[in-house]
């Protein structure tokens, strides 16, 4: 009986699902953000699958029996097939893979841009038709989008285009593959080897700027996107959502 005014007693349940003996596929390098996720997984009892262009190296990133490596390519569908095949099934995907076309207008060049676009939006498209009728009702796949999506910035023409399509293919594949759940993550400045080119003082400078401009007043950590990633793997009532893990830099 319900008596007006109050809420109906209902039994409380853990709203997320757990990985323990689950199948995560991770998709990058054995470094920085990919690496990160795989840890993450590994940790809540996953079984993790990484694959990517260098699987022996892939391989040795990680020592533990429940990390396997596998050769894929995103930008060859032969390869991405071959892997479906292989695997047969899996619960999670996770594609981390990107490459970056950065530059303002008069640099940039339409290689540049097409292996930007077919790296981080062709490539999870093919990933997700070979994937669709092996993930079981209520898996994942994870994209990543990037905070030049909601923040452009001069020189960053390219990399803003393709993170907002990745942006939009999560909502349009949660739609395509449901009840698979399709979900996106961007970061915003994470503290990974990508900075490195700036050389120590370059790199000091700009993420001292960027701290203190930022209203986190922190620069993000390749722990705080696999944090993400696991949420979005394991909330069974989140899709078409891209999660922004940016510090609230696009609001300076």
Known sequence: MVVEG????????????SLEDRTVLVVGRGS????AV??????QGARVVVAGRDAEALEAAYEDSGVTAEYLDVTDDATVE???????????????????????LEELDRASLLRSFDTKVVGPIMLAKAFAGR??????LTLFSGVAAFKPAVGYLGVATTNGAADFLARSLALEMAPVRVNAISPGVVDTGIWDSLGEDGKRAYFENLRARNPARRIGSVDDIAGAVLFAMTNPFLTGVTLRVDGGEPLT
């Open 38 to 43: 795989v840890l993450a997984a590994r940790a």
């Open 135 to 140: 993930i079981p009702d209520g898996g994942s």
């Open 32 to 35: 920085g953000i990919a690496r």
């Open 82 to 104: 071959e892997l479906a095949r292989r695997l047969e099934r899996v619960d999670h995907v996770v594609s981390t893979v990107s490459a970056r076309a950065r530059g303002r």
């Open 6 to 17: 109050q809420w109906e007693k209902r039994e409380v349940l853990d709203v997320t699902a």
